[in-house]
């Protein structure tokens, strides 16, 4: 059996639930572009859309688990932070630091690309795909904000709070999938928080202590209700949006993916000696720490190298990928991992810097302030996970301009003394680069 509470320290588990989670993403995401150029217009797909194909996003819709983590960390961190306003200052700071660079590099990359001739539409496409991660730090942050309270009421209410959550969560869905569709984006609260919260109860040892047959029962509970819902309800049975469906269970977020949480957190717990076991590996801890101090850099930028892939191959040489599960599909994809995995080492090698660099300032900002920091850096990154990084035609307010400057004035609220001119020599040394090639 497990110990009843999480010990001091780092917690080998969430280390690897955490890293699982980021190298799950990055496999979904490289292997899902299905893609072709042809007279100025990039034909976009999705190979996850290939009939069958879906059951693999029950276990690749990894979301629920990097909740759940972060849920587990910030009870563990907050309980410790000296104050809740120390708190939310340093989580604000960290969350945005690491999204500086990103937006300082494309904010001139779709200029600098438009000067090189490649045509609107794939500039569009290319610019989309670098911002639309950013919706997941803008609920994140959102999470962080009602961290303490949650806090609070786990405390006080204990399991009750993640299941009044899931039951609101449940209304929520009934009124958007009878014609009152903008609802739905309330369960981007509820859905999320819900999960965080199971975190929450992670650390207080209610799931860490379950023995393997409980974890088990606990995990075919959670999938059995997803496939329930899905087989006698609205929902599609893909945890991810697909091209043309008509409801996608992640935009907005269904009550769906809080059963498939508790599924997938089920099945590692059951396997958690053996993750632990894993994790103490001096090899396997020090690539675990390593990908830890650069998650957030290696999640925002694992798109970016993506594009730079397809921009060389589709767009520059002409390659079409192949059809998805054929055999030649099978012998290009480590390739083409390969090639977008150099790319983004040598983007790590530029921008993490800035997410593992240490934040000595001292915190004078109250928190009624921290909250309006926090609520405009959601608020801008969420813009631009909307909008992308390309601007639009009719004027720079329709642009990224606008959600660049309430992001970063937020960042600037909570506190944070960055330095700008380092920041700002990265990208122009980046742009350098690239004209350099040119």
Request: glycine share 10%; with cysteine.
């Amino acid at each position: 059996m497990q110990t009843s509470q999480v010990t001091p320290g780092r917690d080998r588990f969430l280390d690897v639930v955490r890293a699982g989670a980021i190298l799950a993403v990055i496999a979904q995401h490289w292997t899902m572009p299905v893609l072709s150029y042809s007279g100025g217009h990039l034909a976009t797909g999705n190979a996850l859309a290939t009939p069958g194909w879906w059951v693999v996003t029950w276990l690749s819709q990894v979301m629920p688990l990097v909740f759940f983590a972060g849920g587990a960390a910030n009870l563990i961190s907050f309980r410790r932070a000296r104050s809740t306003q120390q708190w939310l200052a340093g989580r604000i700071k960290r969350l945005m630091v690491p999204v500086l660079p990103l937006m300082a590099v494309w904010l001139v990359m779709p200029d600098f690309l438009r000067g090189l001739g490649v045509p609107p539409q794939p500039l569009q496409v290319a610019s989309a795909i670098a911002a639309q991660l950013l919706w997941f730090l803008a609920v994140y942050v959102l999470v962080v904000l009602v961290t303490p309270l949650m806090a609070a009421a786990h405390r006080r209410w204990g399991l009750k709070v993640p299941l009044v959550m899931a039951v609101a969560g449940v209304l929520v869905d009934v009124a958007r999938f009878n014609d009152v569709g903008f609802v739905g984006y309330a369960n981007a609260v509820f859905v999320w928080v819900a999960v965080h919260q199971l975190g929450f109860h992670y650390v207080e040892g209610r799931l860490g202590s379950l023995t393997r047959r409980g974890a088990l029962a606990l995990s075919a509970a959670g999938f059995g209700v997803t496939a329930l819902m899905v087989a006698f309800g609205p929902y599609p049975a893909s945890m991810i949006g697909m091209p043309g469906a008509p409801v996608s269970n992640m935009s907005p977020p269904t009550v769906l993916l809080a059963f498939l949480a508790v599924g997938q957190i089920g099945l590692l717990l059951a396997f958690r000696p053996q993750l632990n076991a894993l994790a103490a590996r001096p090899g396997v801890g020090h690539a675990l720490g390593w990908l830890g101090a650069r998650f957030m850099t290696v999640y925002l930028w694992h798109m970016p190298a993506l594009v730079v892939v397809a921009g060389v191959t589709v767009y520059g040489l002409g390659y079409e990928t192949p059809a998805p599960g054929t055999v030649f599909w099978l012998v290009m994809a480590p390739a083409w991992f390969a090639a977008c995995g150099m790319v983004l080492f040598g983007l790590l090698r530029l921008f993490a810097h800035f997410e593992m660099q240490r934040d000595t300032t001292v915190v004078t900002a109250k928190v009624p302030q921290l909250v309006a920091a926090g609520l405009m850096v959601s608020g801008g990154l969420l813009g631009l996970a909307a909008h992308g990084f390309a601007p639009l035609s009719d004027g720079i307010a329709r642009g990224p301009v606008p959600w660049v400057v309430l992001a970063t004035a937020g960042f600037l609220l909570a506190g944070r003394q960055i330095p700008v001119t380092d920041l700002l020599g990265r990208a122009v040394a980046v742009t350098e680069r690239a004209q350099g090639i040119r």
